[in-house]
């Protein structure tokens, strides 16, 4: 920071910074990121075009043709109402996290930078986790009316949807369903991310000049961010498909009725075998790598900007 500003002006500053990363991000990848949901949740309708990269391009064409090119960013908007203050404070939390545990070069280790970016991922999760889930009941809706609700009447079937008993809504907590998924997903997901973020950004720093880092900050930026979202998604992808069939269980199934974690990891293995745990990888990686490129790079890029 060229002048010294105020703890609350930094924290403000930060989070701006962190917002900004994490709604240009998340637009530039919101078309495959419904893709991605429609092929995890193995919808009927997009079931032909998984397994291939010509598959992608088929059910995005599919999908234009069909419901029109804005259906690429149906739930887009809900995204952005998580996704901006999620990325706000996990940026934020991530910063102060670091000074504390890390307040000089000697105590960043690798185990340090871990609980840093665990404590990141989750600090945002049990606020924005509803409007993720309503975000993917959304996403999985195909060019079919009678799985087009409203919003309203989108949070209202969630609400009435029952777990275990039948005809005793789940309320409330219908809105957390793979919640726990989530959050054992998160912590070596996000944990992961800036582990491997921090690590190369340090090691660049001993491999490259201090000219030559400077002149291609932007470039290493990017290509540290992509290597650091493939390395956490491919360690946590089986995760995010359990988490994923059962936030859209309910819709998907055709039922009121909603999956259990056991019952949903069960159903994959029955149906799919173990490469139903991975349905999907090759469009999340696809989507990851450019959009930890351009989350990390922006945040990097915002805070310089708004000099912090």
Do not use: C
């Not at 509803?130 to 609700?149: D, G, I, K, N, Y």
């Not at 998907?252 to 293995?269: D, H, K, L, N």
């Not at 990888?281 to 989507?287: D, E």
């Amino acid at each position: 920071m060229s002048m010294k500003i105020s703890k609350t002006d930094y924290y403000l500053r930060s989070a701006l910074a962190g917002g900004i990363a994490g709604g240009v991000a998340k637009t530039a990848v919101a078309p495959l990121e419904r893709i991605k949901i429609l092929f995890q949740t193995q919808n009927r309708e997009f079931t032909r075009f998984s397994g291939s990269w010509r598959g992608v391009y088929k059910a995005l064409e599919h999908i234009v043709r069909t419901q029109g090119f804005l259906a690429l960013y149906r739930g887009n908007s809900l995204t952005l109402s998580r996704a901006v203050p999620h990325a706000a404070l996990g940026y934020t939390v991530y910063d102060s996290a670091s000074k504390i545990l890390m307040p000089t070069a000697s105590d960043q280790t690798s185990f340090r930078r871990l609980i840093a970016g665990s404590i990141a991922g989750v600090s945002a999760l049990p606020i924005t986790y509803p409007f993720e889930l309503v975000r993917v009941r959304m996403a999985v809706a195909t060019q079919h009316s009678s799985l087009q609700p409203t919003l309203l009447t989108l949070i209202r079937s969630i609400y009435k949807e029952h777990l275990h008993t039948p005809l005793v809504p789940g309320g409330l907590r219908n809105f957390y369903r793979g919640f726990v998924v989530t959050l054992a997903g998160t912590v070596p997901y996000r944990g992961g991310i800036f582990l491997v973020w921090e690590t190369l950004n340090q090691r660049s720093r001993e491999w490259f000049s201090p000219s030559s880092r400077a002149a291609n900050q932007h470039k290493l930026h990017l290509i540290i961010g992509a290597i650091a979202g493939t390395t956490a998604q491919i360690a946590t992808y089986p995760l995010e498909v359990v988490r994923r069939i059962q936030q859209a269980s309910g819709h998907a199934s055709g039922s009121q009725r909603a999956f259990g974690i056991w019952e949903t990891v069960v159903t994959i293995q029955r149906t799919s075998g173990w490469r139903g745990f991975y349905t999907g990888l090759g469009i999340g990686l696809v989507k990851q790598v450019p959009m930890h490129s351009i989350s990390l790079s922006v945040w990097q890029a915002a805070k310089k900007l708004l000099d912090i």
